[in-house]
């Protein structure tokens, strides 16, 4: 049985220091450890997603950001409590989607250290998109507006990554040369220092509505 006044005294000293851990709090409760548990339950604490879980923060002392995250000297907590649940709702809750990089930038950690254990969960579905896995939301409305807002921004980098000049001089390609297969097309105008990839073609075609077939019917056509 801890003293009430005790209790009251330690709660005081733990919001001041905004995060303590296992052994700090039951130094100063003088409690067994199971006693401490059922206590920090009682509590409501945040724990730690690094750091193993070692830190708790009292309800109230955290101040999330728009993420539902909280770092304080370089210990992490989430509003959405364990690190599984986090992962769930930034995918939810994003708009294009996120990769296992970025879900590590967010989160502050090595995606390494932690999509091995998230990446099949329920709540999300990861795609090959762009040469690596991106994570969507497991409702296929969301997921579809997901992908389409990501496959609009990766549009949208492909004419960043293109000059006007290279643009034209592919389009002028493919006017000249209407039968020459994409790799073909792309060893020649590298060959011509334009410096593209067959990705890049395709998301500059269908950027500006243009598809090989159309384009070479209306060369036929003489268009």
Known sequence: MIPYELEQGV?????????????????LLGCAAI?????????NVHTSYNHNGRYYAL??????DADGLWVYRGVRFSRWGTLKQTVMQLVAASEQGLSSAELGERLG??????????KHQPGMQRVWMNDRYVYFSDDPAVAARQQAQ?????QQQTLLDISDHDALQVLADMIRHPETPLTARVRRLRSKGIAVTARTIEQLLQVHGITEKKLRSSVAKGL
């Open 11 to 27: 709660l005081q000293k733990f919001r001041r220091r905004n995060i303590m851990t296992l052994p700090q709090l039951q130094e």
């Open 35 to 43: 006693t401490l548990r059922k206590r920090l339950a009682s509590w």
């Open 59 to 64: 309800p109230g002392v955290p101040t999330f």
């Open 109 to 118: 950690l090595d995606p390494r250290s932690f999509m091995g254990h998230v």
């Open 150 to 154: 990501r496959e609009h921004a990766l």
